[in-house]
């Protein structure tokens, strides 16, 4: 289901629901209700990163609203982000040395780096 609100002078916006978004498949599902997935092929952070310049099916501009998003925080965390590499070898030694964040560290990172998307964590 596609979640818009929008007002005159706001750009688009979308919600990810937190409480739904508790899994790496759960959140490219929300963020395909925003994206096409036929568009960014959602199974990567690079994907998505490449997805968010705009011109494949996002808005050029819009707004990010990720409610209850610390719910998403501790599930896209160590556990969720180890199961993402899990053909990473030294995934531990490189976490541990913080050349690794948290997935949901990594997807706001992605939404924050773009000058065309304002991200909301709520």
């Known amino acids: 289901m ?24 759960e959140l490219v599902n929300s ?3 925003f994206i096409p997935q036929s568009e960014w092929q959602g199974n990567s952070l690079d994907a998505l990163d490449d997805i968010l310049y705009g011109g494949y099916g996002a808005p050029d501009r819009f707004i990010v609203v990720w409610t209850a ?7 896209l965390g160590y556990e ?4 993402y ?16 964040t948290t997935l949901f560290d990594m997807v706001v990172g992605i ?11 709520e």
């Open 85 to 100: 590499y899990k053909r990473l070898p030294d995934f531990d030694q490189l976490y541990e040395a913080g050349l690794i």
């Open 2 to 25: 596609k979640t818009l609100i929008q007002s005159a002078k706001e750009a688009p916006t979308y919600v990810i629901d937190g409480r739904k978004a508790v899994a790496w498949p």
């Open 31 to 33: 963020i395909n209700s």
């Open 69 to 75: 998003s610390e719910a998403s925080r501790k599930a």
């Open 111 to 121: 939404f924050r780096g773009h000058e065309n998307i304002e991200l909301r964590l």
């Open 80 to 83: 969720a982000t180890r199961d």
